[in-house]
């Protein structure tokens, strides 16, 4: 039997396992380190950075074109800028503390796909699609929503009109 198909078999005998394909492969929870302390939220506001002051989306998301994930930024890339940037300003002043503290902003992820999914953004972006294909207008959002739920359909028609693969293992592994 080709190994394309043994693949497949894999991947559908995964899905069917669901949760416990999942948990096969899942590594221990964390310890609660940071239970009780709830990490800091810091406002971020795409209109303001990548909107109204032009900063362009891979120069915060520097691995999109490099790797299956674009990447949050560091605090150190914030800081880059905010020593300087509305350094008097009550967030940046928060932002700098946690910096000094060795500690990191959490944001709540928008998008996020079933552990099933095989997605890199890599192949994505060299072959020329722009954020605003699959993200929307973020430049204009204030805080990022979904503009897609991202079902499989969704990825499937676009491969389609573009000639990418719709086999099984491609988005399966
Ligand atoms: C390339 C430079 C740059 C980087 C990197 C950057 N910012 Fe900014 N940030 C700006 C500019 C410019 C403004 C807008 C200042 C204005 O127009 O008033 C801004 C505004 C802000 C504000 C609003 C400040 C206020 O007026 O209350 C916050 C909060 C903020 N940034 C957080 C962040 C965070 C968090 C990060 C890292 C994830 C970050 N910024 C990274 C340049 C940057
Ligand atoms: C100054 C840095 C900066 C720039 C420029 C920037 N982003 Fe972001 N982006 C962030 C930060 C910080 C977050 C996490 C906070 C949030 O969700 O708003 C984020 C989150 C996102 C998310 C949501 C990620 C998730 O949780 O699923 C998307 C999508 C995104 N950015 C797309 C873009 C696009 C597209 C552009 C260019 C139009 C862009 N970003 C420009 C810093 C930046
Ligand atoms: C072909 C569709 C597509 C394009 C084009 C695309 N993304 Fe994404 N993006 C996704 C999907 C799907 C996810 C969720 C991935 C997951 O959960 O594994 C995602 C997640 C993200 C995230 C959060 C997780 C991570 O990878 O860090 C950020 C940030 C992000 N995208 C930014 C961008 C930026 C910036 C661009 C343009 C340079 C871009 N995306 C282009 C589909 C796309
Ligand atoms: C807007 C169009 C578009 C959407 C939406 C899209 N793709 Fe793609 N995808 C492409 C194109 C074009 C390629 C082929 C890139 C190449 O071969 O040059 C590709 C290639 C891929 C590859 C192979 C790349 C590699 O690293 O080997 C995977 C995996 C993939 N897409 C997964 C997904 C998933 C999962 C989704 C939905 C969450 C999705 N794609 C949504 C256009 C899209
Ligand atoms: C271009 C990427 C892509 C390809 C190709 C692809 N899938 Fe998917 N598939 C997805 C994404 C994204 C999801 C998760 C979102 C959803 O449930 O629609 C998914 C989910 C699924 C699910 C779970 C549905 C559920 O309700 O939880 C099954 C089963 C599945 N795919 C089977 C297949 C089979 C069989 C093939 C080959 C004929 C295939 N997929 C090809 C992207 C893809």
Known sequence: MPSPVLAALAVLGCLVAGAGCKSATAQPAPAPAAAGAARTSIPFDHSLHAGRNAIPCLACHTSADKSPVAGIPSVRRCIGCHRFVASDKAPIKAL????????????????????????????????????SKCHGNVAAMSKVTRVSPMKMGWCMTCHKQRGASTECITCHK
């Not at 990191?104 to 994505?124: E, G, I, K, N, Q």
């Open 96 to 131: 700098a503390q946690l910096y000094k503290d060795g500690q990191a902003p959490s944001w709540p992820r928008v998008y996020d796909l079933p552990d099933h999914v095989y997605f890199s953004h890599r192949m994505h972006i060299r072959a020329g699609l722009d954020c």
